[in-house]
């Protein structure tokens, strides 16, 4: 789940979110608000690549025509705009345009802070419950800025509840079960009925911090030029 984390990852897991039973700091309210994000520097707007190494691809091309390891998804200042197929049968090498793939658009804000904490907020399947949107949480660390300020370069992770649970023992003929919330949850947070919440903002900003020990391999987005292709 913390593995590679990119634009794409970001769809994949906002799909995953309603299925439950994640280690990730959820909320059903906002939390942080548009108020949150004033004076601080904004993503700039436009084609955002997260690439994976050695991959091989036109930066120049449609989005659409860029490999799935290109990671490739458009952010205006409101939204991430991401293709996501999680049941396709392609290589990682096919590029989207081969496959059928829906394409979600996630808003989002961008909080002040050290890291900065992006709200995400999900919305919720038919059959999903009570609630037809959650709120969940990325940690994104600026690495680079252009000339008016603007973040073009950027380190992202989940933030989490807190020491990932122990994966469960597989059954016959699978693999372990690495989903769960945490026993250990971090101050502020609240661990139940298979989702964890925070308090209040402060708690958020911790575990942001916190979270970056248990990322492993964090993604770095990229901005790669202006336009919404």
């Known amino acids: 789940m913390t593995r590679g984390w990119n634009l794409r990852s970001l769809a994949l897991l906002a799909a995953a979110l ?16 548009a108020a949150d994000a004033v004076g601080a520097p904004s993503l700039r707007a436009g084609v955002w ?6 991959c091989d691809f036109k930066a120049s091309d449609p989005v659409a025509d860029w490999p799935k390891c290109a990671g490739g998804g458009v952010i205006t200042p409101t939204a991430i705009m991401a293709s996501v197929d999680p049941n396709s049968p392609g290589s990682p090498d096919q590029p989207p345009a081969t496959i059928a793939k829906p394409q979600m658009t996630i808003p989002y804000v961008l909080a002040a802070g050290d890291p900065r904490v992006m709200k995400i907020n999900v919305k919720l399947p038919p059959g999903a419950g009570s609630l037809s949107a959650l709120f969940y949480f990325a940690a994104l660390k600026p690495v680079a800025r252009d000339a008016d300020g603007r973040i073009v370069q950027a ?6 509840c807190g020491p990932p649970p122990p994966p469960k023992a597989a ?31 402060a708690a958020v900003q911790n575990a942001a911090k916190a979270s970056r020990a248990w990322a492993g391999q964090t993604g770095t987005l990229r901005w790669v030029r202006d336009g919404m292709k």
């Open 171 to 201: 059954s016959a003929g699978a693999d372990a079960d690495q989903s769960g919330v945490t026993d250990h949850p971090l101050p502020g947070l609240k661990a139940a009925d298979g989702m964890c919440t925070p308090t209040d903002k």
């Open 49 to 54: 690549s997260a690439s994976q190494p050695d």
């Open 18 to 33: 309603a299925l439950g039973g994640c280690n990730l700091v959820v909320s059903e309210r906002p939390v942080f608000t």
């Open 155 to 160: 380190e992202l992770w989940p933030i989490q």
